[in-house]
Structure formats: structure tokens, C-alpha cells
């Protein structure tokens, strides 16, 4: 059974950074995309960046220029770097492996930027 932990979600100030942090149970390698989607309060979930096997990157709009996704396959964790973060950014931020629709979800981390 593949688990998925996400870390480093928390209250930030607007213009303030965090890097969130997802790590895998057994092998990333294997699964050929990753990503990070966001649940804001009654909003649809929805994808913030992802990642191939290969490296290729895609992010929202509303995270280009601000967010970072990586991966470390050595240490099977999924990373994704937020700056410059805003009011709007404001959600639970869930770390998939596979893909969204029957791949494998993490319980979510909450980040909250206010000031």
C-alpha cells in the first residue's frame, strides 16, 4: 500500500514563502507523474503543478512564476516550492502520485497566508 505524507504547510504572510514537502512510501520512480493540487474552501480541487517521471514540468496559471515543483527519487519525495504567496493561495494542498483520477492521495496540508 503506497503512502503519502505531505509537510510544511502553514500560516505565512502574504509576499512570505513555504515549501511543502511529500514523501512517498516505496519507489517515486514508478509512478510516472506526480503533483500538487489545492482544495481552497468550497472550491473544486484543483491542480497546481505536476511533474513526469522524466522531469517535465506544468503549473497553473496562477502558479507560474511563483511555485517550484521537484522531485528527489533517491529520497522519494515530492517538493513544491511557493513564493511570493498570496491571499488566493489559501488551501489545503494535497500531494498526488499516479494521476487524479485513481492514483494515490496524501491527507492534505494546510497553508494559510494572512497577515
Known amino acids: 500500500q503506497v503512502q503519502l505524507v505531505e509537510s510544511g504547510g502553514g500560516l505565512v504572510q502574504p509576499g512570505g514563502s513555504l515549501r511543502l514537502s511529500c514523501a512517498v512510501s516505496?519507489?517515486?520512480?514508478?509512478?510516472?507523474?506526480m503533483g500538487w493540487y489545492r482544495q481552497a474552501p468550497g472550491k473544486q480541487r484543483e491542480a497546481v503543478a505536476t511533474?513526469?517521471?522524466?522531469?517535465?514540468?506544468n503549473y497553473a496559471d496562477s502558479a507560474k512564476g511563483r511555485f517550484t515543483i521537484s522531485r528527489d527519487d533517491a529520497k522519494s519525495t515530492l517538493y513544491l516550492q511557493m513564493n511570493s504567496l498570496k491571499p488566493d493561495d489559501t488551501a489545503v494542498y494535497y500531494c498526488?502520485?499516479?494521476?487524479?483520477?485513481?492514483?494515490?492521495w496524501g491527507q492534505g496540508t494546510q497553508v494559510t497566508v494572512s497577515s
Open positions: 498526488n502520485a499516479g494521476n487524479p483520477v485513481n492514483g494515490y
Open positions: 511533474i513526469t517521471r522524466v522531469g517535465n514540468r
Open positions: 516505496g519507489s517515486i520512480f514508478s509512478f510516472s507523474a
